[in-house]
DNA sequence: TGTACATCAGTGAACGCGCGTTCACTGATGTAC
DNA sequence: TGTACATCAGTGAACGCGCGTTCACTGATGTAC
């Protein structure tokens, strides 16, 4: 028979995730490189000490947390696209970027920034993720690579507007990467 | 009779660019929000309190480094762009783009880690300055934001590139520019 | 089924250390007359 | 020109505080038989 994953498994995986979204939270308020491990598990509601049951340190909670949301996020992104019509894809990557940034805005501040950030063991995996994506956008590496470039602006940009002006942006965007994907 | 610029004044404008420069550096190397004022002052090699005497804290330095070093670099790499011959303005800024690139790298990263980053205070400027470089880039308000999307993609690209592929990486900036200048 | 043992997430105390900031002081430079 | 005073960049000592990490321990849960 098949055994149920244990309430021990359970309460430490929950726990687990309870951390990985405080580091999220804090990274997008104030930047990963600036967090601390004591820092990060109070707003978990465990003791420091404790921190170490999950990630060996800083640096491990940070990958995770690229490989275990990031990725989800892009992979998400890049579905429904159909590298043969750039018009329809252009929609659905609007669409896309600004549902990310409503129900997952803190997520994607982790990502522009981390992207573009100081922290090499951040920025090295974050820059495979948005390969990956890439290639599910277009034929052409350049054409994909300038569409993705296209897709983070839109992503940083759409972060810091009110939501009255997002429609807009979804609009700009939406002829931006049709442009972009249509480019021969 | 105009008098010089005295001695105590100059020396104290040299310790405040060594300030401004070893801020630069530590942010380059592990992100401004995660600098110390201690660390800085200790790279600047000066005492601690000292550093009192030039900013009134890590943010004022900040802001200092958007206006002072942030400021000047885009406005040389709007220099010779021509909002009417997209590809004579491509040319320029994918050149001005890779030598910005190894003449000052630290402040590349600068620009494009904390221009994405969580810090609004850095933020708001830094995209400040970037909107007036896009006025200078094409009469169109669309157009030459996606052309700066295009410019920090390639800055942030270049910077993790082996000098043996940034020709290639001007020649592709290049492409991606005139497309987007060019577009009508 | 009951019992003895193993596992391990969570913990509190403790450590040495670097942090930001204040304070009073020094001494070279600049200014007034 | 000389003299008295003002300015102020730089400093070292000191402060309370939060940091990352170690350690030994607890106690609930899981396993063996």
């Known amino acids: 028979v098949l055994r149920d994953r244990s309430q021990k498994q359970e309460e430490k995986e929950r726990v687990r995730l309870t951390l ?47 490989e275990e949301y990031v990725g989800p996020l892009l992979r998400e992104l890049g579905h429904g696209v159909d590298p043969g019509d750039a018009h329809a894809s252009a929609l659905v990557l609007a669409q896309g970027v ?7 805005p803190e997520l994607v501040r982790f990502l522009v920034a981390e992207r573009a950030g100081a922290l090499e063991f951040l920025r090295k995996p974050l820059d495979g993720e948005l ?7 277009h034929g052409s590496a350049d054409t994909a690579q300038l569409a993705v470039a296209v897709l983070l602006d839109g992503l940083a940009r759409a972060l810091d507007l009110a939501p009255s002006e997002r429609n807009a942006e979804r609009e700009r965007l939406m002829r931006a990467l049709t442009m972009v994907l249509a480019h021969d």
Request: hydrophobic share 55%; net charge positive; no cysteine.
């Open 20 to 66: 990985l979204g405080a580091a999220l939270s804090l990274s997008a308020s104030h930047g990963f490189a600036s967090l601390g491990l004591r820092e990060v598990a109070r707003a978990a509601q465990i003791a420091p000490t404790s921190f170490y049951r999950h990630f060996a340190d800083m640096v491990d909670i940070g990958r995770a947390l690229v």
């Open 98 to 104: 600004l549902t990310a940034v409503e129900a997952q």
């Open 131 to 137: 390969r990956a994506l890439a290639t599910a956008l």
